[in-house]
């Protein structure tokens, strides 16, 4: 009843921290959604009003980047000789097309009446003819958005002490006609026939153009930054309508394939409604909202956001339900802890005899399965063979398949026994000098030869390399070692190594099977473990523990160095087996 009652406070005080947390996420949606007023939520609206948007708007549409504009042409390449061609009012490639003949000429007639240091009525009217003769051309014979770039930088800039007025540039550059689009168009959304150095070279030009004419030049240098930008990384698919949080980034998907982002620095934001609630005297003055960092890192929906409010009167309930617990259970604790400590006996013993019945039962069950297995596999191999004797066929391999299942079922049953024997007592050790090299030999020459085994060892150690164990144990560990290898191996061959390291009494046994996953090193060592993969049922689970068992023995030990469980590599289990330095009579050196 005590814990209960506790429980019941915490939870109404946590109810009212969710109902909290509730309010402020309500608050700052509202004030999302205001901040998204004002700004363009369509394609349509965005090709009319791009020129007065402000360059913090970003908009997605089919998950490419489309506002800010970027140059969508080639990254390489040198600048266009349609700029040669302006500048000497002559085409250079011999299949220019007649409009942009007409368009050369008209250019250079009006570059030579602009030359002159005065004109007379005639010249003037002749310029003026000339000059609307020009935009004729403009208005009614079109060209690449490259050329017409080219075409009007050009006209913008002739005549050395002769300035056209800001009207008209104005004209030419921003807003156009209804009979021709102005500059701007084809430099920020007709940009994929240019090269990176034609843009270039035309927002240089352009910007002087601008300043010259006392004309707005801060949104243009904006834009033409953003224009240079490489294309964002790929867009989040996002749930539509849902507001979302990306650093100091608005996120707002409108449709499966419309997506705006706005500012909207999240901690800015908080203190703000911070302030609204206090205002509104839901949370005091030394209240605080305080914002994850992960929050600010990661794209999250504002609904997910996780923040924490530091309320004065949250802690002190909390100090007073704690407080008033702790007098309450400190009165029955004496009653309650005898209690758990008899039950906690009982569950004990019961679980310890569940446990001993479980392991037993699956003792029991594994090797009757184990053994069932190779002897049944024998038999049949066994009938096998002496059919096609009698038949006179071809033996084939059944021989060596035969003493094959005899070694695995000779080293379930060396594994069993030893391990009865280790664990009741009965094992004593004979120490002696061993050539690791040759023993290793021995267990090599006896894996192959049984025909279908393709062991390969590989020494990295002195020919006499000595180690100091009882011969038969240490053998069973080696055959263990090598079994587990070849029958993990993915592979047509099965690859071991042998190695030790200088000043060090302990060697390494690396192989190219499937590898043991990192959270199983321990397990593999306990009795009957199996690691859960394709594999795993080839083994028995005692090799393993036997192989520790042996080694404790001798006051060493067996772990797992290194272990790669990609298929594809040719790397498996590195282990690394540790055996005390000892001379022939069992004296530590």
């Not at 490489?230 to 990306?246: F, T, V, Y």
């Not at 703000?272 to 205002?279: D, E, G, T």
């Given at each position: 009843m005590i814990v209960v009652e506790y429980r019941n406070n915490l939870q109404l005080i946590q109810d009212n921290k969710q109902l909290m947390q509730e309010t402020v996420i309500r608050t700052l949606k509202k004030n999302a959604e205001e901040a998204l007023q004002g700004y363009p939520t369509s394609i349509e609206t965005v090709n009319k009003q791009w020129k007065e948007l402000p360059l913090d708007f970003t908009l997605y549409y089919s998950g490419e980047h489309f506002y800010p504009f970027r140059f969508s042409g080639e990254t390489t390449g040198k600048k266009s000789v349609l700029w040669e061609s302006y500048d000497n009012f002559q085409a250079i490639d011999i299949t220019t097309n007649?409009?942009?003949?007409?368009?050369?000429?008209?250019?250079?007639e009006i570059d030579a009446l602009l030359n002159h240091q005065s004109l007379n009525t005639n010249q003037k009217t002749k310029l003026n003819s000339i000059?609307?003769?020009?935009?004729?051309?403009?208005?009614?014979?079109?060209?690449?958005?490259?050329?017409?770039?080219?075409?009007g930088l050009r006209f913008l800039n002739l005549g050395d002490n002769t300035r056209w007025g800001h009207m008209l540039v104005n004209t030419y550059l921003i807003t156009g006609t209804s009979q021709f689009s102005p500059l701007f168009d084809y430099l920020f959304t007709q940009?994929?026939?240019?090269?990176?150095?034609?843009?270039?070279?035309?927002?240089?030009?352009?910007?002087?153009?601008?300043?010259?004419?006392?004309?707005?030049?801060?949104?243009?240098?904006?834009?033409?930054?953003?224009?240079?930008?490489?294309?964002?990384?790929?867009?989040?698919?996002?749930?539509?309508?849902?507001?979302?949080?990306?650093?100091?980034?608005?996120i707002m998907s409108l449709s499966p394939s419309l997506m705006i982002k706005i500012?909207?620095?999240?901690?800015?934001?908080?203190?703000?409604?911070?302030?609204?609630?206090?205002?509104?005297?839901?949370?005091n003055n030394n209240d605080d909202i305080i914002i994850k960092k992960n929050n600010i890192i990661n794209i999250l929906p504002i609904d997910s956001l996780s923040f924490t409010i530091h309320r004065e009167l949250w802690e002190k309930q909390q100090t007073s339900q704690k407080n008033y617990f702790i007098v309450k259970l400190t009165l029955s604790s004496f009653f309650v802890i005898s209690l758990f400590a008899i039950i906690?006996?009982?569950?004990?013993?019961?679980?310890?005899?569940?446990?001993?019945?479980?392991?037993?039962?699956?003792?029991?069950?594994l090797v009757s399965h184990e053994l069932k297995t190779p002897l049944a596999s024998i038999r049949l191999m066994v009938e096998t063979l002496q059919k096609r004797y009698q038949r006179q066929l071809d033996l084939k391999n059944y021989p060596y398949k035969i003493v094959g299942e005899v070694d695995r079922l000779s080293l379930m049953v060396?594994?069993?026994?030893?391990m009865n024997r280790i664990k009741s007592g009965e094992v004593e050790l004979s120490i002696e000098a061993l050539n690791l090299q040759q023993l290793v030999t021995q267990v090599t020459q006896r894996f192959n030869e049984d025909s279908s085994i393709n062991l390969h060892c590989h020494y990295e150690l002195p020919k006499d390399y000595l180690v100091y164990a009882d011969v038969m144990l240490l053998e069973l560990v080696i055959t263990n070692l090598f079994s587990n290898a070849i029958k993990y191996s993915q592979h047509e061959k099965t690859i071991i190594t042998i190695k030790n390291k200088i000043n060090s009494s302990a060697f390494f046994i690396s192989d190219n099977a499937c590898g043991i996953s990192r959270k199983n090193w321990q397990l593999v060592f306990d009795d009957f473990f199996r690691e859960k993969n394709k594999l795993a049922a080839k083994g028995s689970g005692v090799g393993l523990s036997v192989?520790?068992?042996?080694?404790?023995?001798?006051?060493?030990?067996?772990?797992?160095?290194?272990?790669?469980?990609?298929?594809?590599?040719?790397?498996?289990?590195?282990?690394k087996i540790e055996l005390p330095t000892v001379d022939i009579n069992h004296r530590e050196l």
């Open positions: 007649e409009q942009t003949v007409m368009r050369l000429k008209a250019l250079k000059v609307k003769s020009y935009f004729d051309l403009v208005e009614n014979y079109p060209l690449s958005p490259l050329e017409e770039t080219i075409s940009n994929q026939a240019f090269t990176r150095e034609d843009l270039q070279y035309s927002i240089k030009n352009i910007s002087i153009l601008l300043e010259r004419n006392n004309l707005r030049t801060e949104w243009f240098n904006q834009a033409s930054n953003y224009l240079l930008k490489k294309s964002s990384s790929k867009i989040p698919n996002l749930l539509s309508n849902a507001l979302h949080i990306e650093r100091n980034t608005l500012p909207f620095k999240l901690e800015y934001e908080l203190k703000r409604v911070l302030k609204q609630l206090q205002s509104q005297a839901i949370l906690y006996n009982i569950y004990s013993q019961q679980r310890r005899h569940l446990k001993y019945i479980n392991l037993r039962e699956n003792f029991i069950n060396d594994n069993l026994l030893s192989c520790k068992m042996i080694l404790r023995l001798h006051n060493g030990n067996i772990t797992i160095e290194s272990s790669n469980t990609n298929p594809k590599e040719q790397t498996g289990t590195t282990w």
